[in-house]
């Protein structure tokens, strides 16, 4: 096999990010010619992963901001029933079959475990504690389920509120505690009730560690988990609410914290949520103009509750999604009618989403890549660019070590981000580390990542080097490049006596196109 150096990668690379910028630059065609031409095209030659879908610019960018990346099942199926269709069909996702999954996590034991047994599983010897293993079983775990699940809306859901809810593993006994809270807390109400969700949040014990509230005590408030409480999990920063209110807010919150003696006490064990009502400072309080009689911990629930139904939560929560589905610039309406919604339906989070996507999304399934159409440009992260690129190769993989090291010389170590504020959306923050994502795509492209296989001849079996192309094209990007750079590119690559199939799949993968969703 002819070797290919870094710099000549990184330079035929260039060459196939150029075709790509260009193919989604098209005014026109904002990704090259129609799939039903290729399928013309490729008539009588081998599909091995069955008939192209008929799918369009539009619809493709929709599923890969409503999926991690969409395979051809994905493709096929809103192919069939349209986008609305699966749409819905994605919002119940107790009703699709997901048992494959299932069996891919069954060697997790860690991810059945209770506080203490992890606590325990990570003390095997007196003063070497694992904060490895745990951690570790999370996120392989949580890639798995990105990767392997059909049920892709519910699993960007859980990315989602992971990041609002955000937790790191490198505080204190988080590292055990945040498989609790993915567990009890994010999955559970994913697609359920934003109040059930936050409360269930500000009794996790892996937040209340993660912002020091378990140390909290009428002498000496701490004022972390109610700044952030108001702040990033409900209102946001121009929500309305004072210092005064933060103050009075972690005074309420006292005495919430989290059983840290190995003995069962109290029918506790270590790690669980606990009220202490000798370090509660039970004096009159006021937050938000509500005024708080001594109730122990029901004060600090009266306000939790307030802050979930609050106009403010419900504009700055529906921002935040309609970020994460559509992108930076939804229209104003629909902002302010899925924000309707929220206070409607009570923070019913099904009942937002089908108003963003419903009349977001697929109500702009028209709208080209090419003609600045909102929510259809938003730069993919780490996690996403890793697990779009499996998905969409079709990879088979143990999520093992070397993801693991790709993520974490990516900047985003699952569960890893440092402050609460959970790892950005803005392009700006992921553009200046692209390195390993140019040498992850090579890696894959060539099968040398690790535990990790790509089957290019199933994949391209019989084509000529056109049709391999944009069968590629098709595959990784929706549609194929203009004809006059794919040929060019070709010829270039033919010049360099490059592998074609594994460095045009790099050169795909590292160029814009691919980048963005």
């Not at 204190?172 to 009730?193: M, S, W």
């Not at 390195?435 to 391209?460: S, Y």
Request: glycine share 6%.
């Amino acid at each position: 096999m002819t070797t290919l150096n870094r710099r000549r990668f990184l330079q035929l690379a260039g060459l196939v990010a150029a075709s790509a910028a260009l193919a989604a630059c098209d005014n026109e065609n904002p990704l090259g010619r129609p799939v039903q031409r290729l399928r013309q095209r490729l008539a009588g030659q081998p599909a091995p992963l069955g008939p192209w879908p008929e799918d369009d610019a539009a619809t493709f960018a929709a599923l890969n901001r409503l999926t991690f990346g969409p395979r051809l099942e994905e493709r096929r199926r809103v192919a069939e029933i349209g986008l609305p269709a699966w749409i819905e069909e994605q919002l119940a996702p107790t009703a699709i079959d997901d048992g494959a999954t299932d069996v891919l996590l069954a060697g997790f034991d860690t991810l059945k475990m209770r506080a203490h047994e992890l606590h325990a599983w990570s003390d095997k010897l007196f003063d070497d504690q694992d904060r490895t293993t745990v951690p570790d079983e999370l996120r392989r775990a949580t890639l798995l389920r990105q990767i392997y699940s059909r049920r892709q809306l519910y699993e960007i859901m859980v990315e989602f509120w992971t990041d609002h809810f955000n937790i790191s593993t490198e505080k204190g006994d988080c590292f055990y505690l945040k498989t609790v809270d993915d567990r009890d807390v994010i999955r559970p109400h994913a697609l359920g009730n934003f109040r059930d969700l936050l409360q269930a949040s500000a009794h996790s014990p892996a937040m209340l560690v993660y912002l020091d509230q378990h140390v909290s005590d009428k002498s000496h408030p701490n004022e972390n988990y109610a700044r952030e409480l108001l702040e990033l999990h409900t209102l946001g920063v121009d929500g309305g609410y004072t210092q005064r209110d933060v103050m009075e807010l972690a005074r309420a919150l006292t005495g919430w914290t989290v059983v840290e003696t190995t003995a069962l006490a109290a029918w506790r064990w270590r790690g669980d949520f606990a009220f202490d009502p000798n370090k509660h400072d039970d004096g009159l309080k006021t937050v938000l103009g509500m005024r708080l009689e001594p109730a122990g911990q029901r004060e600090a629930e009266r306000v939790i509750d307030a802050l979930a139904a609050h106009p403010s939560t419900a504009r700055f929560i529906t921002r935040k999604l309609a970020r994460r589905c559509l992108g930076p610039d939804a229209p104003p309406e629909l902002l302010a009618r899925a924000a309707q919604t929220f206070m409607q339906a009570g923070g019913d989070i099904r009942a937002v989403l089908r108003v963003l996507l419903l009349e977001g999304v697929a109500a702009n399934a028209s709208s080209p890549l090419g003609r600045g159409g909102w929510g259809m440009r938003v730069f993919k992260r780490p996690v996403n660019f890793v697990v779009s690129a499996l998905r969409q190769l079709n990879a088979v993989t143990d999520v093992g070590r070397p993801l693991l090291d790709v993520l974490a010389r990516s900047g985003q170590p699952l569960f890893g981000w440092p402050t609460p504020d959970g790892y950005p959306d803005r392009a700006e923050a992921w553009q200046g580390n692209l390195m390993p994502r140019w040498q992850f795509a090579l890696a894959l492209a060539r099968n040398e990542v690790e535990g990790t296989e790509i089957n290019v001849a199933e994949l391209l079996a019989g084509d000529s080097p056109q049709a391999l192309a944009d069968r590629l094209a098709v595959l990784l990007l929706g549609a194929p490049l203009p004809t006059p750079q794919r040929d060019s590119l070709l010829a270039d690559l033919r010049e360099a006596d490059a592998e074609l199939p594994q460095v045009l799949t790099a050169g795909l993968l590292a160029s814009p196109a691919f980048q963005w969703r």
